[in-house]
């Protein structure tokens, strides 16, 4: 079962139900306002102090009628009646805290709006709060449907020319109904790649203003901000 990942983004919005995910509302002597902590329980006991919140992972899949999306312009989450008329970009959940979000599938149950929408792991909620908020993260998809080509083959590196040209990747879900999720690498730049970008900026500096030293570099950035800030 093959997999790829799609960069997906993470939305915190606040919620009237008790939840695990708070945001501090007043501050305590070891927390200031706009904390954010996990709840092993929930926050009942603190929600003078707490406002619940669910987090919701979103991503650019195409939406259906039926399917629960995000309005980023409005900030709010709803269920899909008709893909007509929608003001806004809407956004599709994959993912959430929030149980109340609901679907129907026969497969699993005959009665309507019987399944939870899936949902991020323990350890991405933990690592959520404790880092202050994930704007973005990478999510893995699965193509269940592999060519016998490619199963009879001891393939390394990409695989993906061996899928068909309308290849359709499904969210790759566990047996706990949790996603599986990555964090966005940031890249490394080799000397050389930096070298390069630095070396155009030096000799603008020096066209424009006649000092190479570093003195002169420096007067020509503080110029430069003054001017372009």
């Known amino acids: 079962m093959e997999v790829k990942s799609k960069k997906c983004k993470v939305v915190m919005l606040p919620t009237e139900k008790i939840s695990n995910i708070g945001i501090c509302i007043k501050p305590m002597s070891d927390v200031e306002v706009g904390d954010i902590k ?8 603190s929600l003078g102090y707490w406002q619940p919140q669910h987090l919701y992972i979103t991503s650019e899949d195409e939406i259906k009628e039926g399917e629960y999306g995000y309005d980023p312009i409005i900030n709010k989450v709803f269920k899909i009646k008709s893909l007509i008329g929608l003001p806004n970009k809407v956004y599709k959940i994959i993912a959430t805290t929030d149980k109340s979000l609901k679907y129907t599938n026969h497969r699993i149950s005959p009665v309507p709006n019987f399944c939870n929408l899936p949902q991020p792991s323990k350890g991405f909620i933990e690592k959520y709060c404790k880092v202050g908020g994930i704007d973005e993260v990478m999510v893995e998809y699965e193509y269940a449907e592999v060519s016998a080509k490619f199963k009879n083959a001891q393939i390394k590196g990409d695989w993906s020319k061996y899928l068909p040209e309308n290849a359709e990747f499904n969210l790759k879900i566990n047996s706990h109904n949790e996603i599986t999720i990555h964090p966005i690498k940031e890249r490394m730049y080799s000397r050389k790649e930096l070298l390069d970008f630095v070396s155009p900026l030096i000799g603008k500096l020096e066209s424009e203003f ?7 570099i420096e007067i020509a950035k503080e110029k430069w901000i003054k001017g372009n800030l």
């Open 38 to 45: 996990y709840f092993v329980s929930n926050m009942l006991m």
């Open 210 to 216: 006649g000092d190479p030293t570093k003195e002169g």
